[in-house]
């Protein structure tokens, strides 16, 4: 079974900046792709970023050139790194990664954006 774990959220101010780090209980390169998605309260869950097995990276609109994902593949670690945080940005953030039909997910992490 697949676990991954996330670490990093916490409350942080407009402008501030945190990273979130997702650690997989396998090789990230065993996943077609790996990813964050965020969910405030009363919305759908949203993707956030994704990496590939090949390297490529995706991010949401909302987020480009403000948020990073990267991985450490030695590790089996996956970072979303967050600068210049918003109160919008504030959510639970979940670790996904994907492999031919299956999917999983972390238990989440709370980010808090606010003064």
């Known amino acids: 079974q697949v676990q991954l774990v996330e670490s990093g959220g916490g409350l942080v101010q407009p402008g501030g900046s945190l990273r979130l780090s997702c650690a997989a209980s396998r090789s990230i390169f065993s996943f077609g792709a790996m990813g964050w998605y965020r969910q405030a309260p009363g919305k759908q869950r949203d993707l956030v970023a994704t990496i590939t097995s090949g390297g490529s990276k995706n991010y949401a609109d909302s987020v480009k050139d403000r948020f990073t994902i990267s991985r450490v593949s030695d590790m089996n670690m996956v970072y979303l790194q967050m600068n210049s945080l918003k109160p919008e940005d504030t959510a639970v953030y979940y670790c996904?990664?994907?492999?031919?039909?299956?999917?999983?997910w972390g238990q989440g992490t709370q980010v808090t954006v606010s003064s």
């Open positions: 996904n990664a994907k492999t031919g039909s299956r999917e999983y």
